[in-house]
């Protein structure tokens, strides 16, 4: 066979294998690839939108954060506020209590003194009619001269 004519054939089936991956293969690589292009395309915009949006939901979360650090920061001091409140309260209700409980004994104290006197008078008063019947050698009538000891009563 003739180089020529072999080379000629192979040139042919070249051109025709060239003609026919450009018409039926090519075109749908063409298109799967620029079909993956744009999706890359699309998932790298996706992306930095979602970082774009990560970025803001980070920085609306530091101001939550912070608002509601100072919340509980202000929280925190009005209840110490309201418990030292509360305590000096407390202390003045019961200093009230106690000089409230000090004057009761005091007053008691004073009408058990008043009550002690008078029990001394009357001891005192029995004492010196006994005494004053030993000195007389007779009774001396306590209804009769209830005067009489009223007013020694009211002496001692």
Not at 146 to 154: C, H, Y
Request: glycine share 2%.
């Amino acid at each position: 066979m003739n180089i020529n004519a072999t080379l000629f054939a192979q040139i042919v089936v070249f051109a025709i294998l060239v003609w026919f991956t450009m018409k039926f293969i090519w075109p749908p690589i063409a298109k799967a690839l620029d079909e993956r292009a744009a999706k890359i395309t699309d998932g790298l915009a996706a992306a930095e939108k979602a970082k774009s949006e990560l970025a803001v939901a980070n920085k609306r979360v530091e101001e939550e954060l912070s608002k509601s650090r100072n919340e509980s920061a202000t929280r925190l001091a009005d209840a110490e506020r309201r418990a030292q409140t509360m305590i000096e309260e407390a202390k003045a209700r019961a200093s009230d209590e106690a000089a409230k409980i000090v004057d009761a004994a005091r007053q008691e104290a004073d009408q058990q003194v008043v009550k002690a006197r008078e029990s001394l008078r009357e001891e005192v008063a029995a004492l010196a009619v006994k005494g004053a019947e030993q000195i007389l050698q007779r009774e001396v009538d306590a209804k009769a001269h209830a005067d009489m000891l009223g007013r020694l009563k009211a002496e001692l």
